[in-house]
């Protein structure tokens, strides 16, 4: 999918200046409703949660202690997986979203709350509440369209190393704790700045999330595998610490990639968002740029409700334990205007993911022009677009597309005849 | 994660390094990271010693229609208190912890709780949820004892206590542990106590009966019969008022008048005043004075997010988005009223109550003053 302002029809064009607006009042009558409702039972359900998590967490660590014995080793790794990924997916993101700022309770409020990860809950805030939510899918402001590893949209230009993807994706799912550490730091580009030029700025959030790191890499496969000498279960309960990391990695990494990257789901074009977008239009934007995953109470508590990551995104602040009941208002807004509610089960939603992720990591036009009969000539091309240097890759990339327009033009000419 | 609770007795490593205690301590708190260890232990022992300030409710009982009074049992650090104090309660009412203040109904009880006597008043938030809605066995969150509503040691000799309505919470308190002794101290009490009518008159009973037993002189004015209390009257009621020290707790009228009266011939006066008034928002083009405690003062209107308001007189300010989504600006309102721009909400704040704000969508309301 390209940005919508360079598709043959406009997701949006049927939508007039005024039509946008009564969209943005009707959306934020929805929001008006969950606040005045919003109360004792919203509470409740979040303390709950947490008392869960830790007990669970707390639990699996104490039986991971006797984790020499197999079966222990398997309930304690199982519960500390879900332990972590409850308290990073829907405790942490969406406390630090300042859905839970209302109770006024220091110990559950965005301005304190340090999450279980590598990364460091400011750099998150920067990159995801101020970064990610207010340039959604905006191609060249949105960092999360690729976390600039990868490309997942036609309009960012392709580069010989975008050929990998599928391996960086699958490593940065692996370990994306540390992936998204990087990432808050914008790692890559301050990296690649000589040394005397790196901002303070810089420098001291490298050291913020460098302490993070080691203390949570100290907690994980020092402190707790050091408790299991009693029990001669030092290795098991380092494997173990391991393995609900990555556990949590990759299933996070999952569920983030299905909030939009499936096929489908719309990307923007910087210079055609207004200088002041107005609310409606906004919304619009989040309408559009989002993706949903359906499925049971149990999968929409493990994804940390971002499987309603349409309402997240219209409504970050709003407590997550109230999208499930927004969202057929919210369905019918997009019957209504005439929009696509994307929304699929998740192995769909994944699959169409990795779709994108493995399609966009050949040049535009590669794989829609290539056959098994000019397969040897479409290698030769791509290599020499890999090495050929940038003048030889946008020349080569134009004509790939100008080919594969004359191909589906004459396509639908004989599917008219 | 910030902890509210007490500040620790140092706990630096002596001249010999770090204590046993302080070494688990440690690998505990690299084990549990990034909790704090307070929130590990919170959830078996909210109320032990380091934690923050927390009490049990033991027992809700009825005084009268409109009142009950809650046993609680306080956490270890509580650190006991003198008749006639108060302590801040926070609870959590709808979801929203709410902080209010409330006279210690006993004097240092011998099973170690407290109590405090709650008055429900009309569209009281935090009263009527105490007093109707609150169960045994629920937490509440508390601040150590203060005031200076005292009787003071020595205690004077001669009294007046001059109480209205709920006044009579501080009071009560310092009656019951003067008469709960083994030896009854030999003073001379006089409580004028007024309330809106006989039934209405919280520890009636018990008042009754230290009067009965000629510990107290009790003068009951009820409303309803008598007319509102008049300062002018209480020579009548008291001849020897010149040779009383006078402790007066009730609404702020007649606080006032009594310090008129009182201040007039130079006579002892100790008040206890209860903060009821509740701050009202202004119209959107009321101009309003924010502070800051870096010491900056600004005006801004009603319609003015105070981001952009503090940025134009040159604050440097924590922002994000400027839309109210990110939450990249939220800072701690100590005291004021702000309005949210979206949707016209309207939040107040006095300092202890916790309000934090975002800026770029809140306007002020009032008066405010912000922690930055």
Redesign the interface.
Known sequence: MTVITKQDVNPTAHLTPEDIEQLGVEL?AIR?DI?DA???????YIRKVV?VQ??LE?GS?AVLLVSVFPPAWIAGTVGLSIAKILENMEIGHNVM??QW???????I????????NASTAEGW??SH??VH??YTNIVGKDNDLGYGIMRVDEDQRWAPFHLGQPLWNFINACFFEYGIAAYDLELGKNLSTPKEKRSEKFKSDARKTLA?IR??A??DYV??PA?GLPTGSVLPILAANFTANLVRNVWSHSVIMCGHFPEGVETFERKSIPENET?GQ?YLRQMLGSANISGSKLMHLMTGNLSHQIEHHLF??LPSSRYAEIAPRVEQLFEKYGLNYHQAPLPQQVASAWHRVVRLSLPNGWLATTTPKNLPQQLKLLYGMSTGGPKIRRAAQARLVQLEKRQKAVAAEAKAA | MTSTALPRVATLAGPAGPTWRQRIRSVAEAAVTPLDLDDVLDVFAPLRGGAPLRGRVVSVSAETEQSSTLVIKPGKDWAGHVPGQYLRVGVEVDGVRLWRTYSLTHGPRPDGCISITVKAIPDGVVSNHLVRRVRAGQMLHLGQAEGDFVLGDPMPGKLLLVTAGSGITPVIGMLRNLYSKAATPALDIVLLHSALSRSEVIFGDELRDYAARGLIRLVELHTDVDGLLDVADLDDIVPDLAERATFACGPVGLLDALEDHHGSRGLPLHIERFRTELLAAGDADQTNVLTFSSGTTLEADGSTPILDAAENAGVLMPSGCRMGVCFGCVLPLREGVVRDLRNGEITTAAPGDGVAIQTCISAAAGPCHIDH
């Open positions: 934020d008006q606040l919003r109360g004792e039972k919203d509470a409740a008392d830790r007990r707390l660590r979203h300042g700022d209302w109770m006024r309770d220091p110990k409020h965005s301005t304190t709350w340090e999450w279980d805030k920067h509440n101020e939510h207010t993070k203390k949570q100290t907690k402190v707790h408790l609310r906004w970050p602040d």
